[in-house]
Structures are given as structure tokens and as C-alpha cells.
T-cell receptor, first 112, second 115 residues
Framework: SQQGEEDPQALSIQEGENATMNCSYK?????LQWYRQNSGRGLVHLIL?????REKHSGRLRVTLDTSKKSSSLLITASRAADTASYFC????????????FGKGTKLTVNP | SAVISQKPSRDICQRGTSLTIQCQVD?????MFWYRQQPGQSLTLIAT?????????ESGFVIDKFPISRPNLTFSTLTVSNMSPEDSSIYLC????????????FGSGTQLSVL
């Protein structure tokens, strides 16, 4: 079953605006990761936040994690047309399993 | 990081035939994972492939339909057998690098259409 649920399912913004995507999950996690996928191709890892962290930054990306609410958000600041892609959250669960469970994704369109 | 070469990138197949997808990693990796992504959907894990042992399949996926090989630490194949139109999906292989054991590196995907 799917662990993560992203919202919104689709987001359309203008270049220069900020984009915020949210992810909720159901079980206890070791870490939460965000990936990007262009045009149905392979995914690229963006950022990982551990369960004992609350916020993390990488360039124009900012990720927050609220384990009490079982939710995370990904903020992309000053968006560019090249940021147009689908964004997925993925959770690594506690208990030693190596696999990641992916959410349904948010399709982001940045209009020039 | 790890670079994964996946092929074919796309194929159109007839019902009842089989297709083997190959993934080559540029470094040795312990675990490889095969995912399916149906049109407009998220990724669903098919199986985990460890070198030297049988693949571990997720609920809803069976070895007869999706046999996997993992002959060494840099290579794996997934076969989609006796295909039907419902198998039309993107198939993605991925691996965890030894230096970044938590994040996944992905191949570029195989877009499969079954007629």
C-alpha cells in the first residue's frame, strides 16, 4: 500500500514564485526523501531528512518534517521553468527494511 | 553516487510475449530494486534483488510473471513474461550506493507498451 500521500496532485505557478508540496505518511519512519522525475523518466534524489530532524535546506529547496503529524513539506523557492517535473516523497520505514515506499506525487508546472 | 544504465528505453510488444530489461551499474551495489510505474501513478515496488540469493517479491508480484536475475554486484535483469496490455507501464531499476546507503539511484526507465 502507498505510504505517502502528496498534495496537491498538480500545481501550476509562474516563474519566480515559490512552490510548496506536502506529503503525509502513515507509519513510523527512519527518514523521508524527496525525488524528482522528469517526463516519466528515472527519478533523481533531491534531499533526505531524518526522523530526528525538523528542517533541512539544499540550495533552493527547503524540507520540513513533523513526525507528530506524520507530514513533510517541500518548498522550492524562486522557481524556474526547468523545475517543471513530478515530485515524489518516499519513506524509509523503521524495522530494518531497506526499501522505500513512494507517494503519489505532485506534478509541478512552472510557466515562463 | 552510482550511474545506472537501463535498456531498452522503450518497447512496443505483442500480447503473450516476454521482454527482458537490463540494468548495469557503474559500481558494485548490494541491493537493487525494481519498480513499476503505471501511467500517471506512483512507483510500486516489484521486488528486491540481492546478489547470490533469490529476489524478494512484494505482494501482488510473482516470480513466474517477473523473473529477476542478479548474477553479480553490478547487473540485474527483470523479465516481464506473457505480457498483457495491463503490463503497459514504466519499469525502473534502482540501487543503493555503498556510500549513501539510504538514497536510491535510478535508471532512466523502460517505457513498455503492450498491444
Amino acid at each position: 500500500s502507498q505510504q505517502g500521500e502528496e498534495d496537491p496532485q498538480a500545481l501550476s505557478i509562474q516563474e519566480g514564485e515559490n512552490a510548496t508540496m506536502n506529503c503525509s505518511y502513515k507509519t513510523s519512519i527512519n527518514n523521508l526523501q524527496w525525488y524528482r522525475q522528469n517526463s516519466g523518466r528515472g527519478l533523481v534524489h533531491l534531499i533526505l531528512i531524518r526522523s530526528n530532524e525538523r528542517e533541512k535546506h539544499s540550495g533552493r529547496l527547503r524540507v520540513t518534517l513533523d513526525t507528530s503529524k506524520k507530514s513533510s513539506s517541500l518548498l522550492i523557492t524562486a522557481s524556474r521553468a526547468a523545475d517543471t517535473a513530478s515530485y515524489f516523497c518516499a519513506t524509509g520505514t523503521q524495522g530494518g527494511s531497506e526499501k522505500l515506499v513512494f507517494g503519489k506525487g505532485t506534478k509541478l508546472t512552472v510557466n515562463p | 553516487s552510482a550511474v545506472i544504465s537501463q535498456k531498452p528505453s522503450r518497447d512496443i510488444c505483442q500480447r503473450g510475449t516476454s521482454l527482458t530489461i537490463q540494468c548495469q551499474v557503474d559500481s558494485q551495489v548490494t541491493m537493487m530494486f525494481w519498480y513499476r510505474q503505471q501511467p500517471g501513478q506512483s512507483l510500486t515496488l516489484i521486488a528486491t534483488a540481492n546478489q547470490g540469493s533469490e529476489a524478494t517479491y512484494e505482494s501482488g508480484f510473482v516470480i513466474d510473471k517477473f523473473p529477476i536475475s542478479r548474477p553479480n554486484l553490478t547487473f540485474s535483469t527483470l523479465t516481464v513474461s506473457n505480457m498483457s496490455p495491463e503490463d503497459s507501464s514504466i519499469y525502473l531499476c534502482s540501487a543503493k550506493s555503498g556510500t549513501a546507503v539510504e538514497k536510491l539511484f535510478f535508471g532512466s526507465g523502460t517505457q513498455l507498451s503492450v498491444l
